[in-house]
Nanobody
């Protein structure tokens, strides 16, 4: 049984930082590109950042470039999203996703067909 579990969300003031973590079990982590998506209620889900199986290639949506950093630790089956200089518009539910044998930039696809597994989501709220 595959599990994808996010943690690290919370409430932070604008300009602050949070680090999200996503740990998987039940899959061969090295076989999966990993990514972070976010969704605001009533709006479409958006790919934020994703990373190739070995961490060598990364993708960021334009609005977070220079502020967010994605990384992974294959020994721990975990992917991270370090979020700095947070803005109120970053407020959303953040979802971790696993995409088996897919490109590192799979999260840039708007149809999400490459995603094999989703986490349950973690709430990030940035106050102004």
């Amino acid at each position: 049984q595959v599990q994808v579990v996010e943690s690290g969300g919370g409430l932070v003031q604008a300009g602050g930082s949070l680090r999200l973590s996503c740990t998987t079990s039940g899959l061969t982590f090295d076989d999966y590109a990993m990514g972070w998506f976010r969704q605001v209620s009533g709006k479409e889900r958006e790919g934020v950042s994703c990373i190739g199986w070995n961490g060598g290639s990364t993708y960021y949506v334009h609005s977070v470039k220079g502020r967010f950093t994605i990384s992974r630790d294959n020994a721990k089956n975990t992917v991270y999203l370090q979020m700095n200089s947070l803005k109120p518009e970053d407020t959303a539910t953040y979802y971790c996703a696993a995409a088996g044998y897919k490109r590192y930039d799979f999260c840039s696809n708007s149809d999400f067909t490459d995603v094999g597994y989703w986490g349950q989501g973690t709430q990030v709220t940035v106050s102004s």
